[in-house]
C-alpha cells in the first residue's frame, strides 16, 4: 500500500501495521487486522489469533484458550470439560473419557 506525497511527487508505502484511509492518508489498522509490509491492506488476524491494540501484529492465543472468529480482538478461555493443547486454537477439544478438566483455560484433561 503506497501513498503519494504531493509536495515530492512521490510514493512511499505506509508503515507496518498500517493502511491507507480513503483520503490518501496512512492510518493504523484497527484492533484484530494487520498489514505486513507489502500486502495491500490491512487483513483480519486469522482464527486462533487476535490483536487487542491498534498498529500491532496478531499473536495466537495461548495453550488452553480460543478465538472461533478471524479479526478477534482477544482470546477465550476453554470451558470446564475441554481443552486446547496447542497454541492457536479456534475451537477447545472435548475431554476424552475418563478425563476431565475442573477449571476454565485447561491445556490439558487430567485422568
Known sequence: MSRRADDDDVCYECGQHTGLSFSGECTVCS????????????????????????GRE????????YSPVAGSIRCFDCPLGAHSPTPGASEC???????FADSTG??????
Open 31 to 54: 484492533p484484530g487486522y494487520e498489514r505486513a509490509l507489502g500486502a495491500a491492506e490491512c487483513t483480519a488476524c486469522a482464527l486462533g489469533g487476535f490483536q487487542a491494540e491498534r
Open 58 to 65: 496478531c499473536s495466537r492465543c495461548e495453550a488452553g484458550s
Open 93 to 99: 477439544l472435548a475431554c476424552p473419557k475418563g478425563t
Open 106 to 111: 485447561a491445556s490439558a484433561c487430567l485422568p
